[in-house]
């Protein structure tokens, strides 16, 4: 079988969203006109694609008001913004005093999950370029671990089967087929690559079988969205984990392009620095320290006595101590001095690594959208900026741009 290469624009790239707090439509739009649209410029695009965020709250409005919606749709053609892909990771307000695990709230056992993602399925293919046929929004995988147990995986498997089907007579109507992408993390029902690929094989595609629902159908609706800081904390290797995804047939449908933090925690005044630059009472940072025999330990929430414990615990103190930290830092930046004394590396490399499969698979297009939403961390602080949000964004935009140019992905 032959595949003719597939290749972006630069105009398919996309940042997401849901760095900008904004949990009403017209929150939405106004972030469009005073932030995507000044990236877009500052980059020099004669327009650029979504990656947009959009609440519970704002998928209502949008439903409910033709007229919103209407509004909503000149907001994008004005802007100059591509409507291709969705975020539908964040059910509630991202950006309230303490998000942690209600993230994963409501799960997908619950209506209310398959409700959502079924509206902003309706808007997308609402808003989808002519030229586009296919859209992909970004869901979580399933729930947060502890929270989670066999009568709720399968409540959310007939949800999943439940929204293929709604997503099938969307595309009859409408013409335009909306995948959902589901997206591994740290501590949760779907954390390393096997996980997914179990759930899809030996759970998901089973029970549609008895269902009479193709596997076919299952797979056109349902894929992944790959996040590379997340796989890069779990210490998987990239190229074998977008293998066993691709070989399981499950479609890529999109890419959240995002740098994690590695350090050193035998580097005296490591664990302290860490505290000091990246605890954070808002968003969840979950921590896998390699050991030396290759164990990960798991710390659930960045904290100073977690990190004190795995020093103690490390008893070969000549060896290296890698901490991996879920906290999404801006891409471009391969190390990150903290101090004079002290430097922390980031897991850009599993960036570098994704595109390169991509250009040896070249059948596959995914969506692709840089994910840093703690941006605004780093600008009100003024550290790993120039205390620019828009110079922020862009950068790393051009940073993705350069890569994809070095390997022949761009147009």
Not at 21 to 35: D, K, L, R, S
Not at 247 to 265: E, M, R
Not at 276 to 302: N, P, T
Not at 349 to 370: G, M, R, S, W
């Amino acid at each position: 079988m032959s595949f003719t290469q597939a290749s972006w624009r630069a105009s398919d790239l996309a940042y997401c969203s849901n760095v900008h707090p904004g949990e009403t439509a017209a929150q939405v739009q106004t972030n469009i006109e005073n932030y995507i649209s000044q990236v877009r410029e500052q980059l020099g695009w004669p327009v650029i694609s979504s990656g947009l965020w959009l609440s519970a709250k704002a998928a209502d409005e949008l439903i409910i008001n033709p007229q919103k919606l209407a509004e909503f749709k000149r907001t994008l053609a004005e802007q100059q913004l591509q409507l291709t892909s969705l975020n539908g990771f964040p059910f509630g307000d991202f950006h309230q005093a303490v998000v942690k695990q209600s993230v994963y709230q409501p799960t997908w056992a619950s209506e209310q999950r398959l409700d959502y993602t079924y509206k902003l399925a309706c808007i997308l293919a609402e808003c989808l370029p002519e030229t586009e046929q296919v859209g992909a929004i970004s869901t979580l995988p399933l729930a947060y671990k502890a929270e989670w147990n066999d009568g709720l995986n399968y409540l959310a498997m007939q949800n999943l089967l439940r929204l293929v089907c709604m997503l099938q007579k969307l595309e009859q109507q409408t013409g335009k087929c909306i995948q959902i992408g589901l997206e591994m993390e740290p501590d949760c029902v779907f954390e390393k690559t096997s996980d997914l690929v179990e759930f899809f094989t030996e759970q998901l595609l089973p029970l549609a079988k008895l269902q009479n629902i193709a596997a076919e159908t299952v797979l056109r609706y349902l894929g992944c969205c790959y996040d590379t800081c997340h796989q890069a904390v779990l210490f998987e290797d990239i190229q074998s984990s977008l293998t066993q995804i691709t070989q399981a047939g499950i479609q890529l449908v999109k890419v959240q392009v995002s740098n994690a933090i590695s350090a050193d925690l035998s580097v005296e005044g490591m664990a302290e620095k860490l505290i000091s630059v990246f605890a954070d009472k808002k968003f969840l940072h979950q921590c896998k320290v390699k050991q030396a025999d290759g164990e990960l330990s798991v710390i659930d929430d960045l904290s100073l006595a977690a990190l004190k414990q795995a020093q103690a615990d490390h008893l070969n103190t000549a060896a290296k101590l890698e901490c991996r930290i879920h906290y999404h830092v801006p891409i471009h930046l391969q190390t990150i001095a903290l101090s004079e004394t002290i430097e922390i590396a980031t897991t850009q490399q599993a960036i570098i690594a994704t595109l390169n499969f991509l250009q040896t698979h070249p059948q596959l297009k995914p969506k692709l959208e840089v994910e840093t939403y703690t941006w605004l961390n780093f600008v009100e602080d003024n550290t790993l900026s120039s205390g620019d949000l828009i110079v922020g964004l862009t950068q790393e935009l051009e940073f993705l741009q350069q890569q994809m140019q070095r390997l022949g992905l761009l147009k």
